[in-house]
């Protein structure tokens, strides 16, 4: 439904949360970012400072996080795994979610789903990396 309020959860968005960051200054979503290894205190100061809302995180393991974000309100959600160091079949088989974004950097047998179908797939040229492969996910009926 457009205009329908969701949710981004960003998996392993890194020390700097900088995807969970990004859609939140450019989209409506309401956006958490998941990381062990995120920099809360520098996090916390450019959100102040820049006033970006509809932003949180929770410095975890995805694992450790997910009883925490399957019982946010409910809403459609989007998980992106972008460049994460994690099993992503595994998370999305715990999570409740309705669209999934991954982009394998160097464990494609991790990064990318076997187990969902596949939306969209291809390799994403804008990458730095040279892993770039790309897949858009919806849960298996």
Same mark, same amino acid.
């Given at each position: 439904m457009s205009g329908a309020p969701c949710r981004?959860?960003?998996?392993?968005?890194? /020390?700097?949360? *900088?995807?969970? #960051? $990004?859609?939140?200054?450019k989209t409506e979503t309401e956006n958490v970012s998941v990381d062990p290894v995120l920099n809360e205190p520098l996090v916390e100061a450019w959100?102040?400072?820049?006033?970006?809302?509809?932003?949180?995180?929770?410095?975890?393991?995805v694992f450790? /996080?997910?009883? *925490?974000?399957? #019982? $946010?309100?409910?809403?459609?959600?989007?998980?992106?795994?972008?460049h994460a160091h994690v099993p992503i079949d595994?998370?999305?088989?715990?999570?409740?979610?309705?669209v999934a974004y991954t982009l394998a950097c160097c464990q494609p047998g991790h990064q990318l789903s076997q187990?969902?179908?596949?939306?969209?797939?291809?390799?994403?040229?804008?990458?730095?990396?040279s892993g770039r492969r790309f897949q858009v996910l919806a849960p298996r009926a």
């Open positions: 981004v959860i960003h998996v392993g968005d890194g /020390a700097h949360a *900088r995807t969970g #960051a $990004l859609f939140a200054l959100r102040t400072r820049f006033g970006i809302r509809r932003f949180a995180w929770q410095r975890a393991d450790a /996080a997910i009883e *925490r974000l399957n #019982a $946010l309100p409910d809403m459609p959600v989007l998980v992106t795994f972008v595994d998370v999305l088989a715990r999570l409740r979610w309705n187990q969902h179908d596949v939306l969209a797939t291809g390799e994403d040229p804008y990458v730095l990396s």
